[in-house]
Structures are given as C-alpha cells and as structure tokens.
C-alpha cells in the first residue's frame, strides 16, 4: 500500500524463529537474515527486491530456535544495521513475532511507531494489552498504535479498540474480516495484488496513510531537535 503510494519501502521479517514473509510472497530467496547473524554477510547484502509488489524484503529463516535467542551483543548489532539501512528508504516495516520477549521488545523500542495489531479475542486482548503495559513501565508506550484486526464490522472493531481507551494509545485502523484474505495468503500474493478492491485491501489503504502521517510527524520531530 506503501508503494502503491510512491514510497520506499523494505519489508523486514523480524520474527527470529518463525519467520514466514518469503513463503507469503511465494519466494526462495538465496540470502536471508541467517547469513547475517552467523557474520557471513551484512544485512544489506541481504536485500531482495520483490519485484511484483514494488518493494524489497529481508527474508528470516524459518525453525531456527538460535535466532529468537541472540545474545544482546549481537542483537543489538543487527538493529544497529537495520537503522543504517532505514537511510535508503522512505519506510521500513519490521514485522515482529507475537509476544514481549527481548526481541520484540528492542525492535519496537527503536521504531518511530509500532503497530500493535490485536483481535477481540481475550488472549489476543490480554497479550496486547500486557505489551503496552510493559512499553509503559519501560518508557516506550508513546509509539504504540492498535490495529483491530478480522473486526466483523466497523462498530465491532470500535467495541475491540475500547478495551485499551483507559491505556490511551491511538487507533490507527481496523481491518474487517474478509474471505479474501485467506484466498491471498493461499495464492501466496498480497491482497492488494490480487484483491485490491476487497474490503480488507481498503482498511489497508488507510492504515498506510495513517503510517505515512506518522512517519512525516517523527522526521519533523527530528529535524527540530
């Protein structure tokens, strides 16, 4: 939706453990983040262009237990080189496991926003809202952003979005449950590719110009301090 806009954009899977972006996109990529963590290349060595989408990807490695459990050290030096390749971009999206462990945790703390997407299922809910309590405890909560996701209606996704008014992070938007999707993650296409004009492809839409809004606000803040 990004790039549908023009933008710049690199798709990061940073689920280290379960990563899955590759498969979704139906491609094999020759490089992936493995190669970095072992010290065998550098990150932007590692960069695919995903020539459908208009977009380039940093594919993960799916099943290897090693890379959810990275030494401090070394994680911080990957995040260390995926802030010096935001540079080349206009966005970069790192797409991050579920859960609060140290992983999740730094990878957010050094985005400008984070997405925090949820369902209205209580052990979505509960994890979701155990997140930011941490982000709040740890001074990062500032950044987060809730995402309503499989919402059966608008109102139904205003009624999920409620249970965090009290923790008072913003609503970025809500995708509505839609057939199409499922049809997409099968086909291995993105739904805007296959489906553009289904409903969830709309929620999309909107939510990527929240996320350029978001964006253009944190390069002002940054170019006044």
Do not use: C, H
Not at 76 to 84: A, E
Not at 163 to 192: C, H, W, Y
Request: no cysteine; glycine share 8%.
């Amino acid at each position: 939706a990004l790039t549908k806009m023009g933008k710049r954009v690199l798709l990061f899977d940073g689920d280290l453990g379960l990563a899955n972006v590759d498969v979704q996109l139906g491609l094999m990529p020759k490089r992936d983040l493995n190669d970095v963590i072992r010290g065998r290349l550098g990150l932007d060595r590692v960069v695919q262009e995903y020539e459908e989408g208009g977009f380039d990807i940093i594919a993960g490695r799916s099943g290897q237990a090693s890379l959810s459990a990275l030494p401090s050290q070394r994680l911080s030096l990957l995040r260390d080189q995926l802030l010096d390749l935001s540079s080349e971009y206009d966005v970069v999206i790192a797409d991050l496991g579920a859960g609060v462990d140290r992983t999740v945790r730094m990878l957010s703390a050094t985005a400008s926003n984070t997405m925090l997407i949820t369902t209205d299922e209580p052990t979505s809910l509960t994890d979701a809202y155990a997140f930011i309590k941490l982000g709040n405890a740890a001074g990062m909560s500032k950044n987060v952003n809730i995402v309503v996701n499989m919402a059966s209606s608008v109102s139904e996704g205003e009624k999920t979005y409620e249970n965090f008014l009290r923790l008072s992070p913003p609503l970025a938007g809500m995708i509505r449950a839609d057939t199409k999707v499922k049809e997409t993650i099968r086909s291995q296409t993105p739904i805007l590719i296959r489906s553009p004009n289904a409903d969830a492809s709309a929620d999309v839409e909107k939510i990527a110009q929240y996320v350029w809004k978001n964006v253009q606000a944190a390069q002002r803040r940054t170019a006044r301090s």
